[in-house]
């Protein structure tokens, strides 16, 4: 069976790392469009470049759980073809050992430059004018994909999609696109879709679950390798 998973922020949450949209509708004291968008940086660019030094130190401190673990002992197992995106930029899909993680939104580990476009490994705290290491222009930038940006590996995502045999979505709240339409499109291509998350999101799941991702995930992937 082809399996295509999508997670978001809810999968990381019992590592310790915030989600996206607490009550207060801030993320960490910010507004999202404060700190996740080109204009953002433009405006303030240490304000931006503090932001993801925090969230970057986070990530490094923070440790895979169950449901990371879960994942990668699915494709480990090899009986599944198994593809995951994450719209996390946080790296514990990898460090529970999943290879090839799509990461449509970017990732922490990673900078980029605004000229040439270059992307290399981020210091643990980047500094505003740092220079390329590929043009020397000091033009360097988190490699996170902001609002207004296009997500990374798309057409490697709707292949996949197109093709799935079940679509799982896991800890995501289905409120940005494109990835809230991954649900939609991988059902009129023909997939089952099954939702592991907290509490029902926005998308149109044949099948849901709710609960926490280190009960929920472990779970699921014990029964389909059974
Ligand atoms: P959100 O914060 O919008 O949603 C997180 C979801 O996880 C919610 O539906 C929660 O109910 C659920 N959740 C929380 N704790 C959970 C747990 N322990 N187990 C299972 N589910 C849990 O985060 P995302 O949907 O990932 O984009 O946000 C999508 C995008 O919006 C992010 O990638 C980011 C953000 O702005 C960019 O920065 C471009």
């Known amino acids: 069976m082809k399996i295509v998973i999508l997670t978001g922020a809810g999968i990381s949450?019992?590592?310790g790392l915030q989600t996206f949209r607490a009550e207060d509708g801030l993320w960490e004291g910010h507004r999202v469009e404060d700190v996740a968008t080109p204009e953002a940086f433009e405006r303030s660019p240490r304000t931006v470049t503090r932001f993801y030094n925090a969230r970057r130190i986070a990530a490094a401190e923070a440790q895979p759980n169950a449901a990371h673990y879960a994942l990668a002992r699915l494709a480990e197992d090899g009986g599944h073809e198994v593809i995951l995106i994450t719209q996390n930029v946080d790296d514990l899909h990898e460090r529970a050992g999943f290879e090839g993680v799509i990461h449509m939104h970017g990732s922490l580990a990673m900078a980029r430059c605004y000229e040439c476009n270059v992307q290399f490994d981020a210091p643990m705290e980047m500094v505003v004018g740092d220079c390329c290491p590929g043009c020397g222009a000091p033009t360097t930038r988190p490699d996170i994909v902001?609002?207004?940006?296009?997500?990374?590996?798309?057409?490697?995502?709707?292949?996949?999609?197109?093709?799935?045999?079940?679509?799982?979505?896991?800890?995501?709240?289905?409120?940005?696109?494109?990835?809230?339409?991954?649900?939609?499109?991988?059902?009129?291509?023909?997939?089952?879709?099954?939702?592991?998350?907290?509490?029902?999101s926005s998308g149109v799941f044949e099948n849901s679950r709710q609960g926490p991702a280190t009960v929920l995930v472990p779970q699921w992937v014990e029964d389909l390798l059974a």
């Open 146 to 200: 902001w609002f207004g940006e296009m997500p990374y590996q798309m057409e490697e995502i709707s292949d996949a999609l197109s093709t799935a045999d079940l679509f799982v979505s896991i800890g995501t709240s289905g409120n940005v696109y494109p990835a809230a339409g991954f649900v939609e499109f991988a059902t009129r291509a023909g997939a089952e879709t099954l939702e592991l998350n907290l509490e029902p």
């Open 13 to 15: 949450a019992e590592s």
